[in-house]
């Protein structure tokens, strides 16, 4: 018989413990097959133990883990916006003349003063609207290079912090034309949706100077810098401080609320908010950024074919297979996830499954790749045993050979 209150072992008979002093019915302290003991005439007089003071640091309360998580995904955020607004800042001072405001100042002419500000505000917009691709790309790749020092400063794993793992090539390609499809059915569905012109007027002149200039600029911008920035400064850093104390649904509609007020009008804002969903659900899936880095990226870079004019029965078809495109790979590569061969990719151990057999093959060949014993054979016993657990011969979940 144990103590109900601190759990030490007790004597048969004992009316108290000997250690917390807790008070011990004869019911509660009977031996199997015993009899019970005759109640004891002194126990209404026990005075009770006094509970035990906790030990450690008190756990902090939901709701502050909470306020403290979004605050350091807003911070992240300040740093990003921050990064944009000091390089557009340096290229603007550097750039304009000031002397004639300056002696409009000095000589206390206002209307001058006014003229002459108004003139160097709309010079400002000009060379900020001609060069705005180049200012991106260097807004973003220093904002990168920040965020990676400020990281390894702290001693900390930058790849580890923002969730950048590897997964297999074969997936990279079905997310790259999933992001492909993604925009021609998404921006298929703009067209078609009863939206004010002013709307559509207002979308096209924000990113009208992104099509400008030199192509090859412009793709490495904002086909590649640009969406890698993003993923992580609003999937990576989001998704890893908010998940773990708002659930995995408080951290997708908030990642991606945030991603969709990044893009300004209200156009881009909605359909920001629900790309952010699909990209912020494949990150739930796979545990690293890298499949949305990359449909990301052909997704921006598509826009510069899939902006041309399209009629009649050219947008029917393309809307068709853009549409089946994405619910054919969203199956494949999302809902099955994962086979075998992800699971060979998985060098960095992110993914977990709920099948016994499936996880004692992830946890052996794991094993095998930690002892330096991965050959060809223990692949092969590897992947039979994985389709077995499966219910399958021959392809893996999503119907590919390996």
Request: aromatic share 10%; net charge negative.
């Amino acid at each position: 018989m144990k103590c109900p209150t601190c759990g030490r072992e007790l004597s048969e008979g004992d009316r108290f413990c000997p250690y917390c002093a807790r008070p011990v019915t004869p019911q509660e302290n009977r031996q199997p097959g015993g009899t019970p003991s005759e109640k004891d005439p002194y126990s209404g007089y026990a005075v009770p133990p006094t509970p035990p003071a906790p030990t450690g640091n008190p756990r902090p309360r939901r709701g502050a883990m909470i306020a403290k998580a979004i605050l350091a995904v807003l911070l992240y955020l300040a740093l990003f916006f921050g990064v944009q607004s000091c390089v557009i800042g340096t290229y603007i001072g550097t750039n304009l003349d000031a002397a004639g405001l300056a002696l409009a100042v000095e000589n206390g002419d206002q209307a001058s003063f006014e003229s002459i500000y108004g003139q160097m505000m709309q010079s400002a917009l000009d060379l900020v609207y001609q060069h705005q691709t180049l200012l991106l790309l260097i807004a973003n790749l220093t904002a990168i290079l920040i965020l990676c020092l400020q990281f390894r400063l702290r001693r900390k794993r930058p790849a580890e912090e923002f969730a950048f793992h590897p997964v297999s090539p074969l997936r990279l390609i079905q997310f790259a034309v999933f992001g492909v499809a993604l925009n021609a059915a998404v921006s298929i569905l703009l067209g078609l949706l009863p939206l004010p012109e002013e709307l559509y007027a207002v979308q096209e002149n924000q990113y009208a100077a992104l099509y400008e200039g030199s192509m090859l600029l412009n793709l490495f911008s904002v086909g590649v810098v640009g969406p890698a920035a993003e993923e992580l400064f609003f999937r990576g850093i989001p998704m890893t401080r908010l998940e773990p104390v708002m659930g995995s649904a408080g951290a997708v509609i908030l990642s991606s609320f945030l991603f969709g007020l990044a893009h300004g009008t209200p156009i881009a804002i909605g359909y920001a908010f629900l790309v952010g969903l699909v990209l912020a659900l494949i990150y739930r899936k796979y545990r690293t950024i890298l499949p949305g880095i990359v449909c990301h990226c052909f997704f921006n870079m598509s826009s510069y074919w899939i902006r041309e004019s399209w009629e009649g029965a050219a947008v029917v078809i393309l809307g068709a297979v853009s549409v089946l495109t994405v619910v054919s790979t969203w199956y494949t590569a999302v809902i099955r996830y994962p086979s075998f061969t992800d699971v060979v990719w998985d060098t960095a151990g992110r993914i977990r499954t709920d099948d016994p057999a499936k996880s004692a093959v992830i946890s052996e060949l794991r094993a095998a790749r930690a002892d330096g014993q991965l050959d060809m054979d223990t692949l092969e016993r590897l992947s039979g045993e994985w389709d077995r657990a499966s219910g399958k011969n021959g392809p893996d979940d999503d119907g590919e050979d390996r």
